[in-house]
């Protein structure tokens, strides 16, 4: 492709999603982009959450850039330093920091009808123009801090695991961890074994499956290194093998739960002796309903000495530690909080102002929706990466992030060679997508418990209802009558 200086790009963030677009469009011929990442460093979610244990639940030879595989991985689950390892990597081979403004936050972004140019506001007042927008923003950035009563009196060292503070040594302290997601099954095992008490606060249990995890001997990583096909395979026969298992996590079927139901407690039972303990970490909600848990060692904590399995609702944080309701102070020196994300208006993280003066959290006041999880009318030359229904339950993010950057990559090349002011899909293209979207999801598990996934008023905004390949089928192919194309006049 004839290079374009009069069509600059914008690749928001540095994260997967920014860093895969970034290599696609290059592979194109297309260089006229810029990275921008808040951050001092690229990576993203893995570079943001390197607390004791954290690691990737979906496996590493899925769990990356298809066009960048790493016969390297040193295990099936990479930890995630290892994944920030692997994207430092993957940076520096295709010279994007070149290309890339750290330290840089966008903080407004907004359509200009006449020109068909979108002006990106940084947190310092400079401005930049760009003719089309990659927002790779992450779906799971911010951290959600709970409003539990008492929280600034805590006199401990108090820490989200998304912001974990490497400076303090919990070895032989009293920790208090709050929160039983897929954070937490992963830092509870990795510093029971070194505080001197651990009491882990659970509202809900969660279901576990087993993770299997192992290291790659050197013979294997060689031959996966030096046979490409190798390596190819091992990842196509891992991804269909999750995409097979995926009906056990997404449809609403009692059958299909009961072999997660089944495989969960087998799992519970090898690890929890105390049918007691097993009782309390038994969930009550159908398989699936809320992320399924994959872990080896979670479960296992509970046995230790040290570690307390405490039920009782939290009534407060005091000074000295946590308050459950039957008036028990659990005294603590330092607390982790395992609570989550800030979801919602995730992919809206500052005024993204399109057609019109209308905002995109104005769009999405009654729930985020997008053409694809891609587009969204109004908005026009604006690709959404991880955007609204595009996330799996069953299998790695990246299969579908990989789906919307070759749409974003289709229609920036139209647009430049079609010398297209801008193109914005469709409201009733958008609509119908998002009413079919709307009507699968009484087929799947998620609406019958409460979970990150749901917004307030219920509705799922977060989850593609279906299989990954139909979901890549669907999206990564641009269908140009989708959209209102309009030339310079
Ligand atoms: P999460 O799944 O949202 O779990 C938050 C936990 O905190 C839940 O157990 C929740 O209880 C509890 N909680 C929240 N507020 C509370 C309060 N006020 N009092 C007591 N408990 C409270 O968060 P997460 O574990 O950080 O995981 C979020 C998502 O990040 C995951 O679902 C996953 O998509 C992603 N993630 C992925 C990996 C990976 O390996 N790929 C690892 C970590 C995270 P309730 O269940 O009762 O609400």
Redesign the pocket.
Known sequence: MQERADFPIAIIGAGFAGIGAAIQLIKAGIHSFTIFERADEIGG?WRD?NYPG?????QSHV?SLSFEQNPNWSRR?ATSWEIQEYLLGVVDKWKLRERMRLNTEIVEARFDEETGAWTLTTGDGETFTARAVIAGVGG?VDP?Y???PGMNDFEGEMMH??RWNHDVDLTGKRVAV?????????VVPSIAPIVAMLSV????P?WVVPKFDAFYPKWLRRVLAGVPFFLHTSRFVKYWMSEALGPIVFFNSKVLSGIGVFISMWNLRRQVKDPELRKKLTPDFQFGC??VL?SDDYLAAFELDNVNLVTD??EGIETRGVRTKDGTLHESDAIV?????KLGLANSPFPIIGRDGRTLADAWSHGATAYMGITVAGFPNWFIMMGPNT?PGHTSVLVYTEAQISHALQAIKKLMTENLKYMDVHQNRQDEYNAGIQKRMKYMVWGGC???YLDQDGSNHSLYPGFAAEFVVRARTLHADDYELVSFS
């Open positions: 979610t959450n954290c690691a990737c639940d979906v769990y689950y799971l959600a709970p409003d539990i695991t998304a709050i929160g039983t997601g897929a954070s937490a099954v992963q606060f659970q509202r809900t969660a809320k992320r994959v609702a939290i909080l395992a609570t989550g994300y996330g409460d979970s990150w």
